[in-house]
């Protein structure tokens, strides 16, 4: 089961007057060198979420899951690797080890094989044995739906389970991946680098109800436009919000060119994605694309 899709962007303007009237870091090409209040940038954070919530009303996990426990699964293996590459390795290995008992019981060179395209695959066999014997001895055989139980699973951090508690269970949570960092850090949301801390910092913009679309929202908007070597400044639909314009190809053709998935014409990383997706699903392993 998945998280609802559509939630309510509010500015929620009664911010405490206090923090309201902290000065923030002054945004890279603004007018003036005034420093940016606390209230200008939870307006000008939430103004880019509602900005984006436009772009991409059909933003979702990008992983193929049915329940909890397949997603925990993708989530630990997209590791160092594409959602594609993931969906497109775990229906084997979902029809060999469709629960936690199975997959616990999994013999391992079996394992690494199903998994060896996702890349770094002894450990994250490891990592799957690992936490699949630990929800069957431990949780009944059910990924639990708390966070500080998820974390002490092998192969489980923060950013995993937050995913697995934003989109099988309903429970709000930011994902700060590589995308969802770098963007914050370009928008001035904060300049930390530590994943931890650009949660706390991140999660303290918005209400807590926005916490998982908007997490979906910025990763599909780093994948598709917002890229590390290359943005596409000159096609971004939030470009007149972002103190980071220019950093990338600002000639609307140019740019153009570079966006990716949906947003290029291109197929997406889902083989099965939403019925609202407005791109072409991704092909099978193996299959000519």
Known sequence: MTAPRNSAVGEQESADSTEASKPHKSVKGSKGAHPESRLALVRRARRINRELAEVYPYAHPELDFENSFQLLVATVLSAQTTDLRVNQTTPALFAAYPTPEDMAA???????????????????????????????????????????????LPGVGRKTANVVLGNAFGVPGLTVDTHFGRL?????????EDPEKVEAEIAALFPKSEWTMLSHRIIFHGRRVCHARKPACGACPIAPLCPAYGEGETDPDKAKKLLKYEMG?????????????????AAPLGAAE
Not at 127 to 144: I, K, N, T
Not at 184 to 192: E, N
Not at 271 to 278: A, E, N, V
């Open 106 to 152: 999994a013999d391992p060179e079996a394992l690494e094989q199903l998994i060896r395209p996702t890349g770094f695959f002894r450990a994250k066999a490891k990592s799957l044995l690992g936490l699949s014997a630990a929800l069957r001895d431990r949780f009944g055989g059910e990924v639990p739906g708390r966070l500080e139980d998820l974390v002490t």
């Open 184 to 192: 914050v850090r370009r928008w001035k949301w904060t300049a930390q």
């Open 265 to 281: 014409g291109q197929p997406g990383q889902r083989l099965r994605p939403p019925s609202d997706y407005p791109g072409r699903p």
